[in-house]
Structure formats: C-alpha cells, structure tokens
DNA sequence: GTGTAAGTTAAACCTCGCTTGAGGTCAAGA
DNA sequence: TCTTGACCTCAAGCGAGGTTTAACTTACAC
C-alpha cells in the first residue's frame, strides 16, 4: 500500500513543535525512537508524532519526563500502537488531570474565602494547608513535595497573624 | 501595644514551611526584608510570614517568584498591610486562577474526546486524516495552551530554517 | 564562662527541560 | 562539481527555584 514514508527529525520538529534539539533530547531518555541512515542521520516512524504529541500534551499537565516515559513503556514494544493502546493509555491521565483541576479549584476557592476575611495567616487560612500537593503545577513547585507532613502540621498549628 | 516580638530566621522556617536557605534567596529576590540584629542575624517581623505564605500560595499555582514579586511589590512600603491590602492582592489572583483552570479542562476534554478515536492529534484526528493534513496546519497540540510567544517563535524559527 | 544550636556569607551544586556552540558530515539542487 | 542547508555528536550553558558546603560567628541555657 502506501510507502512507510520516514519522517526527517526537522520534519518532526515542524509537525510537533519540538525542537529538534527536543526531540534528540527525548531520544536520549528513551522516549521516543529512530531509524538511522546510513548517512547516520535519523529517520522517525510516522507514529512518532502522535507519541510527541503525547509527551508533549502530559508535559504541559505537569508531568515529568521520567513519568511520561513511564507511561509511554506501557506501550507494545515491536509493533505500532494501536487506537485501543493509545486510548488506554489517554484514559490512564484521566484522573490524574481531575486530580490537577479539583486542586486549583479549591485553591481559588480558599482564596475567594480568604478575601472574605482577608486573612491569610497561617492559623487559620487554608490556603496554608493545601490538601493536594500533588497537584502543584510546576517544575519548580514540586520541590516542594519533600516538606515533611510534620512541617505542615506544625506550621498548621501555630499562631502566625 | 503588645511587645513587637521579632522572629528568627528558624522559626519563620519552621511555621511557614519555607526553608531557612528559601527565605534567604526570597530576601535575595526582594520578595521579602528582615532587620538585623547588632550580631547581623535576620529578625522578621510577624508579617514575614503573611507574605510568605502568599508567596507559596502563588507558587503552588505556577507563578513565577518574579511575578509574585511584582504583585507584593504592591503592597504599601512602610507600614504593616492591611487586611483590605491583602484582600486586593489575593483578588487580583482570581481571574489568573480562573484561565488556569480553564486551561486544564479544555486539556482534559480534548484528551477526552481522543478517548473516543484514540489519537491524541487534539486538533484534527490523524486516524481520520490518513495523509497527514494536520500536517499543513502548523505545530501540533500547542494551541491547547494558548500559543505562548515563546513557543510561536520556535516554531516560526523551525520553518524558516 | 562555656558548650552548642542556630545563625552568617559566598559560592558551588542540584534537578528539569531543554538550547547553544563548536566542529564536522550529509543530501540535494544549480 | 559546488554550494547550501539540514543533519550529526558532544559538551557546555540557561533559567527557575532552590539546597549544600565551608568556614566562621552569635545567642543563650546551664
């Protein structure tokens, strides 16, 4: 039937919207994969692009790269992924963005009541107790994961006007 | 008037949360100011911790400590803020809260419609467009995010070279 | 008055998610 | 054939958001 056309990493990068240095970059943490010519340059299966877009569209979620290659290693190794292993593997997200949406939503409400009272302080505010920390949005709020829970409890417990 | 205790840089660590090394590169960052003793130790006036906790409320959202600092640095200089102070500032947070989250339903959503065809090309199914249209039209799932300037001028530089 | 926990600084280091640069090769059109 | 642009590798760099380390000094309880 159709020639399995082999896509160059520039067309790669034009169709996803990675860079090329991304996308040799996700190659080299194992997330995707590529042919080589004898000329030594890659050649990407047309499937590549849907498992960029993939990683692309659980990175703008917050995930790791490490968990996203996680995930992508669930799919069959051999043979091109089908609808069903892709859809499983979309709904494998699922709760984890419902996850993410409650968090900021009870975010925003705590700071809707927090404007009612005008607090912020530790003692009472909830804003300082959030009961979500997995459902931080960013690289860089996530360091902040390692706060022990005695860190919280303690902070939760103390005056602070 | 009660006595105007002052507190260590230690305690501000134990009850906001922060660590100690987190409250010195915030000061770094002007986010926060302490006085100093005649030993040149930090003395943070009750306060600090209001603004420390906007601060990791802010960050638990995804700003950066920049644009946090931008809106603290609205915050009158001179005297002990207000709560209508705090109220304003926790306001102005709410319509970012609000594209945010709306930002992640209309992600989920599209990830949910994919569920259903189990391709994860979000804009136009690939499945339903075996010549790879959606090819033609631009860089992939980004638009999902609202197209950042950053990620528009990427691609643009992709296809120019 | 002394031991030690807690504080100080500057600078180096860390993770994440890439980008940039140097130095060189490959592929395709005029 | 020549030229040009796309590609290669490897190493270093960036920016965000901090932590760690080294080499001290201070504060305070006993």
Tied chains: 1, 2.
Excluded: H, K
């Amino acid at each position: 039937m159709a020639i399995e056309r082999y896509l160059t990493i520039g067309e790669v990068a034009r169709r996803s919207g990675v860079a090329p240095s991304g996308l040799r970059y996700y190659e080299t943490l194992g997330l995707i994969s590529s042919e080589r010519t004898t000329g030594n340059q890659r050649r990407y299966e047309r499937t590549t692009l849907r498992r960029v877009a993939f990683i692309r569209t659980a990175s703008r979620v917050g995930l790791t790269l490490e968990e996203i290659g996680d995930a992508l290693a669930t799919l069959p190794e051999g043979r091109t992924p089908t609808a069903d292993d892709w859809t499983g593997l979309s709904r494998s997200w699922r709760p984890l963005l419902d996850a993410r949406i409650a968090a900021i939503e009870r975010l925003r409400d705590d700071l809707d009541s927090c404007i009612g009272c005008g607090c912020l302080s530790l003692e009472r505010c909830v804003l300082q107790n959030p009961g979500d920390r997995a459902a931080t949005l960013g690289p860089g709020a996530r360091y902040l994961e390692g706060d022990s829970p005695s860190d919280a409890a303690r902070a939760a417990g103390q005056d602070a006007t």
